[in-house]
């Protein structure tokens, strides 16, 4: 194991992306006391670097001016910075948007040290592992299903309202031994857990993800659609009853047929009631389309739509829901400058032509 430098007293960890979801991966890694954590910083750089984070948290109380080790404003270069260690692990919390240039492969090469650095992938959807594992043939890539209900409010402030509840497992990697994935899952389990925060090692990592997306295909999608919280929802009965539910019952049905999980009812009620009324909570995919930002839709819902349909698992209301959320995309393309769509009447404009980068 002495290569993927778990023998260290402590684990070099990069987190990439420091919103919800990152900040309180961060946390956690270095309350846990094994591991040295670097977090790339974006938006919030300046904020945190002069007053630190300020968090509410659900498991950790109130912490004001909280940095983590080292943070930055930019992906390092470990080729290039002489004085950087390589990395242990790379985390990955930012969206993945896989529709759009960069990808999540592009973004973290520059910290990627071949045959070393275990790439945790801190991302809701399907298929997520597939560019990275052919883009790192020789790394061990492993999945982490957040349930955490992170968010930032607003530059620097971390509200955290559900239990952190972290389910981790390794990808399957046809290049390296599934063992060495399996001790690298292991070892992040073991890093991340802390006083507060449950971490659980789940060795089926359909399972896991499954059972994510019974929430995130469903609720994040519908929410984004209708700008409407969980409670509201529920409080309406018919969401739940002619979107919510049956849309579970889909995602219910191609668990089965793609990956031969059994996914029971009652689970699906469960999910059904997972926020707490008194949250009102606006889900992820939501808080990022009322920002205006580009939505994870494809891995999160276009993926398994594709498998369900593939394996012959009827998905209308599915289907109907991707492609709203698909026009949404495209609009939110159009007003970030990716689209260009004439503004005269032309021979040329009609149904299907491609705008003007090509891009349709
Ligand atoms: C916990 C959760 C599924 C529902 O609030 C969601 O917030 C999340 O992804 O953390």
Redesign the pocket.
Known sequence: MGSLGFDAPKHNVLVIGSGGVGTMAAYALEKGGRATVTAVLRSNFAVVQKRGFDIDSRDHGKISGWRPSHIRNTIPNTAEEAQLQPYDFVVVTTKNIADIPPSVATLIAPVVTPGRTVIALLQ?GLNIEKPIVAAFPNNPVISGV?????SQSSLGNIKHV?HDKLIISPFSNPNIPASRCERAAEEFQRAYSCRGVTCIYEPNVDAARWKKLL?NSSYNTVATILRMDTSRMRVSEHIIDSLIRPAMQEIQAAAKAVAGLDISDETIEETIR??TFEAF?R??MLQDAEKGNLTEFENILGEPLRDAERHGVPTPTLRVIYSILKGLQWQTMESKGLITVPQVSSSTMKYGMRAANGVA
């Open positions: 809701n957040p349930y955490i209900g992170a559900n929430y997972i926020d909570f889900p992820s």
